[in-house]
């Protein structure tokens, strides 16, 4: 009932930039939290950086400085600048969402289908 398309995804040189976009849409009332995993090859998936439902940003250690989360309610969506990409950011980026869906009232939590980003030396 809620998805997320995400895009933005690629290949980059270390020390690169890249951009990604997560988009919520349908039954949607509210979006509580938002935010940004990954996984890399034979690692569990980790938090990257989120919107909490408080409102405040939280981010992974590896990436603070570095990495930015913004986002636009009106839109239901969410990015994430990554800036100074580094070979271990390599991983699949996967968007989640937390919320109240319309007209239930009842909550609901949303992964995106992920999207790649490699980055080589």
């Known amino acids: 009932q809620v998805q997320l398309v995400e895009s933005g995804g690629g290949s980059v040189q270390a020390g690169g930039s890249l951009r990604l976009s997560c988009a919520a849409s349908?039954?949607?009332?509210?979006?509580?939290?938002m935010g940004w995993y990954r996984q890399a090859p034979g690692k569990q998936r980790e938090l990257v950086a989120a919107?909490?439902?408080?409102?405040?940003?939280i981010y992974a250690g590896s990436v603070k400085g570095r990495f930015t989360i913004s986002r636009d309610n009106a839109k239901n969506t969410v990015y994430l600048q990554m800036n100074n990409l580094k070979p271990e950011d390599t991983a699949v980026y996967y968007c989640?969402?937390?919320?109240?869906?319309?007209?239930?009232?009842?909550?609901?939590?949303?992964w995106g289908q992920g999207t790649q980003v490699t980055v080589s030396k």
């Open positions: 919107f909490t439902s408080d409102s405040s940003t």
């Open positions: 989640n969402a937390d919320g109240i869906l319309n007209p239930t009232m009842t909550p609901f939590r949303s």
């Open positions: 349908g039954s949607i009332f509210s979006i509580n939290a």
